[in-house]
């Protein structure tokens, strides 16, 4: 069952205690991804998650002291090496409690590499806008965000990109954060 709005907003404001500067990731940068977005893809995948969905294949990325905790401008220069990508995916773990150093890194790879940027979350843009701050910028620096925690009941292999009925894949206005199409 869905977490009510007050809940929600509690785990979002869960920030990830790093500092400033880095980034806590669960896995090593990836490149050539066709599984988690159009076209090839950098993914980058970040460590610690409040939402803890039943049926979550990567509950090791939940604990916000696990993972390492990498310097953002380490990233920025191991993206720059990857050649011939469309862009970079933020899965997770839940990036949008390291809205600040994903934003950062979103907005590095869009205007430096040209790439275009997703991101999952567990959460929903309807409760991203609600709370705001960094995380509606990093919303807002999105090309595509598909939202919505797993849903073990819900659950459909056949969706693009998406685990369970619920969550959306929403193409955004950049800059914005509006909707321009959902599928
Ligand atoms: S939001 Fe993602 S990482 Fe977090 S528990 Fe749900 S499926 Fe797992």
Not at 62 to 72: F, H, N, Q, S
Not at 110 to 131: A, D, M, P, Y
Not at 139 to 166: M, T, W
Request: glycine fraction near 10%; proline fraction near 3%; charged fraction near 30%.
């Amino acid at each position: 069952m869905a977490d009510s709005l007050e809940v929600s907003l509690k785990k979002i404001a869960q920030v990830a205690d790093v500092p400033d500067g880095y980034i806590r990731v669960s896995a090593p940068l990836e490149r050539e991804n066709i599984v988690n977005g159009d076209g090839l893809r950098a993914v980058l995948w970040t460590q610690s998650c409040p939402i803890h969905c039943m049926g979550c294949q990567n509950p090791e990325t939940w604990d916000y002291k696990a993972g390492t905790l990498v310097k953002i401008e380490d990233i920025k220069k191991e993206l720059s090496k990857f050649k011939g990508q469309d862009g970079l995916t933020f899965c997770g773990g839940e990036p949008f409690v390291q809205a600040k150093a994903c934003k950062e890194i979103a907005d590095f790879v869009r205007e430096e590499l040209g790439w275009n940027v997703w991101s999952f979350t567990g959460f929903t843009r309807e409760i991203i806008k609600e709370h705001g701050g960094d995380a509606w910028e990093f919303l807002k620096s999105l090309d595509a965000l598909i939202d919505g925690p797993f849903v073990l009941a819900e659950r459909d292999l056949s969706l693009r990109y998406r685990g369970s009925r619920n969550q959306r894949l929403l193409h955004l206005e950049l800059g914005t954060g509006k909707v321009l199409r959902i599928e």
